[in-house]
């Protein structure tokens, strides 16, 4: 087999420039492409608070639901300034256009690069959660983590260079499975909390290692705001919307925002009532989940749904990382050859470069979640901030009503 005929195989039959229109996506199939990163991290979120606050006792536990809140307020907020971007800037590019607009280039290229940075630790910590879920179920798998990791990079690379419509098709499934599987545990969870008249359960923790302040409060605030993560993809790929693209995108951030507040909240406060807290080898999903279904059926279904979603929410990376780097190669900041796209009619060398760059990290750092998470924050906030910055900037600018 010669390797073109193998190339056609693995990616597919060449598209007429004049096909790209119609490789464009629908609201329902955008919300799988380009929200899974933001809806999977309810999956760890929680979590992240909680190895924080368990630091402090019993007495920390508590206040995962006030630092629950917050972040929620936090998310509606960066909803609403990124739903304003969208109108502002049909065009996508996001934070770095509306920067560069309203600040300046040099803040535009320093968002630009904590985006591009967000986006490689987007697909290494999802992969590497997903891997975790995985093995939560079957830890004979545990060593073998940094390969299964890299292996499923390369998969996901491989079906977004087949082009944005297909790679659409592929992980819509996983997505609203995903968001299924939780809906259901949070409600029967809750139900059975309730119905059932038992007082919630009392956490078992370790003596605290921390006094409850302030910084703690506030580092578990921090910690669980990678709830956040992948709020600015929608905004960065306004293009790949069928007409009229700023309303359909609109309108997807917003389904976005509502899915993930109502799994984000749900997970908090099922965690208290069941009284779970992170513990070596087994997530706190599948901690509830278990608590929820016991070892059947329905647990198996959480697990493979969570690592689906995880796994594949490596690919609101690969929807946005090419479109921002060709937008830096057109602007002469990143080499032109970002800027060309491949037989798919996708930025072929954005994706392939996303991908090695990911495969690095993910061996670098042992397929560690926890190890990769502190990298991945401070990207995303350097990005809203700024972004935010501009917007208000520009709005000031033209004094509009409202």
């Known amino acids: 087999m010669s390797l073109t005929t193998l190339k056609r ?7 007429r420039t004049a096909e790209a229109p119609h490789q464009r996506l629908s609201k329902f199939a955008a919300l799988a492409v380009f929200s899974s ?16 606050l368990v630091l402090a006792g019993s007495a920390g536990l508590p206040w995962s639901w006030p630092v629950s809140i917050g972040i929620a307020v936090l998310l509606l907020i960066v909803t609403t300034s990124y739903r304003q971007t969208i109108h502002a800037y049909p065009s ?17 290229l320093i968002a ?16 590497a959660a997903g891997v975790a879920a995985i093995t939560s179920a079957f830890p004979n798998l545990h060593a073998h983590r940094v ?57 078992q923790v370790a003596v605290s290692a921390q006094q409850l302040s302030v910084f703690l409060l506030l580092r578990a605030f921090a910690s669980g705001c ?9 905004s960065d790929g306004v293009t790949a919307f069928r007409y009229p693209e700023d309303r359909n995108a609109s309108v997807t951030l917003g389904w976005m925002a509502g ?11 099922l965690s208290l009532q069941c009284g779970v807290v992170p513990r070596p080898g087994e997530t706190l999903v599948s901690q509830l989940a278990r608590n929820v279904f016991g070892t059947g059926l329905f647990y198996y279904l959480i697990q493979a749904a969570t690592a689906m979603i995880l796994i594949l929410a490596a690919n609101t990376s690969y929807a946005d990382f090419p479109r921002l780097a060709s937008i830096l190669a ?27 760059l990911a495969s690095a990290l993910i061996w670098l750092f042992r397929c560690e979640t926890h190890a990769l998470i502190p990298l991945y924050a401070v990207g995303v906030f350097v990005s809203f901030t700024l972004s935010q910055a501009g917007m208000v900037r520009r709005s000031l600018s033209l004094r509009r009503s409202g």
């Open 9 to 15: 195989k693995l990616i597919g039959t060449p598209l």
């Open 37 to 52: 990163d933001a809806l999977s991290s309810v999956a760890y979120a929680t979590e992240e608070i909680l190895l924080v």
């Open 92 to 108: 996508g590019g996001g934070a770095y256009l509306v920067v560069k607009e309203n600040i300046g280039i040099l803040p535009a």
């Open 112 to 127: 630009a690069a904590a985006l591009l940075i967000d986006y490689v630790l987007t697909v290494a910590v999802s992969v």
């Open 147 to 203: 390969g299964l990791g890299i292996l499923f990079i390369g998969l996901i690379t491989l079906a977004n260079l087949r082009g944005v419509k297909e790679s659409g098709r592929i992980f819509a499934v996983p997505t609203y499975m995903f968001i299924t599987a939780l809906a259901l545990m949070i409600g029967i969870g809750l139900a059975k909390q309730y119905f059932s008249g038992s007082p919630a359960a009392t956490p």
């Open 226 to 234: 990678t709830a956040l993560t992948g709020v600015e993809a929608i």
């Open 259 to 269: 899915i993930l507040l109502t799994l984000f909240l749900g997970i908090t406060f």
């Open 330 to 356: 057109r602007d002469r900041f990143l080499p032109q050859q970002f800027t060309s796209r491949g037989d798919r009619l996708v930025f072929s060398n954005g994706i392939i470069g996303l991908g090695l």
